[in-house]
């Protein structure tokens, strides 16, 4: 994560901002995930949303 946030100085300064709580709750949703792919994945959807600025992990997912 660290890697990716550093890519894009956008990424990384909404990012920093983020409260701990949020970030620690988007923290837990990467580890949470059981494959490498999965992992890679939403690392990749929250550089994306954090590059906007929004906290929602979910945003970008499929809800049912």
Same mark, same amino acid.
């Given at each position: 994560?660290?890697?990716d946030?550093? +890519?894009s100085k956008k990424a990384r300064k909404n990012f920093d901002s983020f409260?701990?709580?949020?970030? +620690?709750m988007?923290?837990?949703w990467i580890l949470r995930g059981k494959r490498e792919?999965?992992?890679? +994945?939403?690392?990749?959807?929250?550089v994306e949303n954090a590059e906007v600025g929004s906290k929602n992990i979910f945003?970008?997912? +499929?809800i049912k």
């Open positions: 994560l660290e890697r946030l550093n +890519k409260s701990a709580s949020t970030k +620690k988007i923290y837990r792919e999965t992992r890679s +994945k939403r690392i990749r959807i929250t945003e970008t997912q +499929k």
